[in-house]
Structure formats: C-alpha cells, structure tokens
C-alpha cells in the first residue's frame, strides 16, 4: 500500500510540476491551470479506484450548484466581482480545485500528509489567484472553497434512500 501511495505522490508531484511549466508564469494563469490540473489528478485517481461514475457525478453536482448560485443571484452587490463584472459568488475557480484536493486528500493519498498537504496548498493558491487577478472578493473565494469541499464530500458512496433516511434523521 505504502508503494501505492508513493508512487501516487510522485506522479502527483509531476503533474503539478508539469502544469507549472507549460503554463504561463502569472499568478492568474498559473491559478487557471491548477484549477484544471487538481480535478484531472482526481479523476485520474478515481479511474485508478474504480469510482469514476460517482466522481463525474459529484463534479457535475458541484459545478452546477456554483453556475446556479450566479445566474440566481443576478445583479446583487454580493455576485459582483471586485473588477466591476457579475456572477461572481462562489468563485467557480476555487470550488473547481477544491473539490479535486479533497478527493485527492481523501482518496488517494493513503493518509500521507505531504500529499494532502501539496493538495491543499495548490488548491488555496488557486483561491488566492482569483483575489490576485480581482476577479473575486474573499468571501466568493471562501464561498467557492466551501462548495468544492462539500461537492465532493456529500453524497460519497450513499444511496439515494440511505441520504434520504439521514436528512430525515431514521438513521443511514
């Protein structure tokens, strides 16, 4: 298992050292390149898991919620971004890359602390660039983080009547 998880982390490592190469060195840019890169090492770990279907699920769940929140919330103060443009509010960047770190961290790292670190790290960096760039505030970066957290913590491996019975507190 131990081989497993490291060979994991190296080719994690290159992944992300092979995305900050071929990307254009700006915080920005490097921000939208890692946005795509987590989500990819994720569903790269889910195919190796045999949990693709359930990844691509969970990812289409999360990416719809954040595009509803902004076509929902319109023209009000809190969907506008600090570069004066709209539907901001989540930050769809930083939900994106959330969502990949943590099924990284969860599933794929073996409870190495290096690997769910690196995750997490990049996946803030991505926060942070969308703050950089002024294309979001705090709050839809904090929001955003939030949802791709929680996008690919919900609904993990649970049957729809197992949710079901746990929203409506029978047990699960």
Same mark, same amino acid.
């Given at each position: 298992?131990?081989?497993?998880?490291?060979?994991?982390?190296?080719?994690?490592?290159?992944?992300?050292?092979?995305?900050?190469?071929?990307?254009?060195?700006?915080?920005?840019?490097?921000?939208?390149?890692?946005?795509?890169?987590?989500?990819?090492?994720?569903?790269?770990?889910?195919?190796?898991?045999?949990?693709?279907?359930?990844?691509?699920?969970?990812?289409?769940?999360?990416?719809?919620?954040?595009?509803?929140?902004?076509?929902?919330? @319109? =023209?009000?103060? !809190?969907?506008?971004?600090?570069? /004066?443009?709209?539907?901001? +509010?989540? *930050?769809?960047?930083?939900? $994106? #890359?959330?969502? @990949? =770190?943590?099924? !990284?961290?969860?599933?794929?790292? /073996?409870?190495?602390?290096? +690997?769910? *670190?690196?995750?997490?790290? $990049? #996946?803030?960096?991505?926060?942070?660039?969308?703050?950089?760039?002024?294309?979001?505030?705090?709050?839809?970066?904090?929001?955003?983080?939030?949802?791709?957290?929680?996008?690919?913590?919900?609904?993990?491996?649970?049957?729809?009547?197992?949710?079901?019975?746990?929203?409506?507190?029978?047990?699960?």
């Amino acid at each position: 298992m131990k081989t497993v998880v490291n060979l994991r982390f190296a080719l994690m490592l290159v992944a992300l050292f092979g995305t900050f190469m071929i990307s254009p060195k700006q915080i920005e840019k490097l921000g939208d390149s890692y946005q795509i890169a987590l989500p990819m090492i994720g569903l790269g770990c889910a195919l190796a898991n045999g949990q693709l279907v359930d990844f691509s699920i969970r990812f289409a769940s999360q990416w719809s919620v954040v595009q509803s929140s902004k076509s929902l919330l @319109g =023209a009000a103060t !809190i969907n506008q971004r600090p570069n /004066g443009r709209g539907r901001g +509010m989540p *930050s769809g960047h930083t939900a $994106t #890359a959330f969502f @990949g =770190a943590s099924y !990284i961290a969860t599933s794929c790292t /073996g409870g190495n602390i290096w +690997m769910k *670190s690196t995750t997490y790290l $990049t #996946a803030i960096f991505v926060g942070g660039s969308r703050i950089e760039a002024k294309a979001h505030d705090i709050w839809q970066v904090l929001l955003g983080a939030l949802v791709g957290w929680l996008g690919d913590r919900a609904f993990r491996k649970i049957s729809p009547k197992a949710w079901l019975r746990r929203v409506l507190g029978r047990g699960g």
